[in-house]
T-cell receptor, first 114, second 112 residues
Framework: ETGVTQTPRHLVMGMTNKKSLKCEQH?????MYWYKQSAKKPLELMFVYSLEERVENNSVPSRFSPECPNSSHLFLHLHTLQPEDSALYLCASSQGSRGTSPLHFGNGTRLTVT | AQSVAQPEDQVNVAEGNPLTVKCTYSVSGNPYLFWYVQYPNRGLQFLLK??????LVKGSYGFEAEFNKSQTSFHLKKPSALVSDSALYFCAVRVYTDKLIFGTGTRLQVFP
């Protein structure tokens, strides 16, 4: 139990599908993040939410749409994805989005776009 | 701009030997430095951090890291490697109020 739970663990979707990734944190943190991890590439920060407000959007294509309904839950809505979007999507949380607090990660959703 | 470099894609070490995973950084201001470990099919796990104070910081699973301001380095070390330490290790840096920047990762392979 990592304190940050991501579902599903694996997802295969076609390019015309719509799906959502879910993240829930049980640590009482007030900041949540989406990262993309692709083979042989640095970890890419996608979105940051602090106190349920989006504070960072790193030029992510609009086919990725985040939602943070409260400080414990974070979603990533996916639609009309491309094969190059296949990756491990990691959710993380921390106490504050800046400063010294380390990030706590979930185990990720392995996404395959066919 | 902030940056962090992990110059080695892979480090191989025999079980029982000391290990070092290298990290250097470039920032304007005082850095906050972190090490994370990722086991197969898992997310990243926080190992240790340097914020201020003693240059040698100790973390989980017997790991430690030394902050060297003059060399802008924060190398991860362990006196005696275990096969179970085999994983992907990430260094990360942040300057206060800026975002966390991760290195590209170093794969540690410990051989029995």
């Amino acid at each position: 139990e990592t304190g940050v739970t991501q579902t599903p663990r694996h997802l295969v979707m076609g390019m015309t599908n719509k799906k959502s990734l879910k993240c829930e944190q049980h640590l009482g943190h007030n900041a949540m993040y989406w990262y993309k991890q692709s083979a042989k590439k640095p970890l890419e920060l996608m979105f940051v939410y602090s106190l349920e407000e989006r504070v960072e959007n790193n030029s992510v294509p609009s086919r990725f749409s985040p939602e943070c309904p409260n400080s414990s839950h974070l979603f990533l809505h996916l639609h009309t994805l491309q094969p190059e979007d296949s990756a491990l999507y990691l959710c993380a949380s921390s106490q504050g989005s800046r400063g010294t607090s380390p990030l706590h990660f979930g185990n990720g959703t392995r996404l395959t776009v066919t | 701009a902030q940056s962090v470099a992990q110059p080695e894609d892979q480090v191989n070490v025999a079980e029982g030997n000391p290990l070092t995973v290298k990290c250097t950084y470039s920032v304007s201001g005082n850095p906050y430095l972190f090490w994370y470990v990722q086991y197969p099919n898992r997310g990243l796990q926080f190992l240790l951090k340097y914020i201020t104070g003693d240059n040698l910081v100790k973390g989980s699973y017997g790991f430690e890291a030394e902050f060297n301001k003059s060399q802008t380095s924060f190398h991860l070390k362990k006196p005696s490697a275990l096969v179970s330490d085999s994983a992907l290790y990430f260094c990360a840096v942040r300057v206060y109020t800026d975002k966390l920047i991760f290195g590209t990762g170093t794969r540690l392979q410990v051989f029995p």
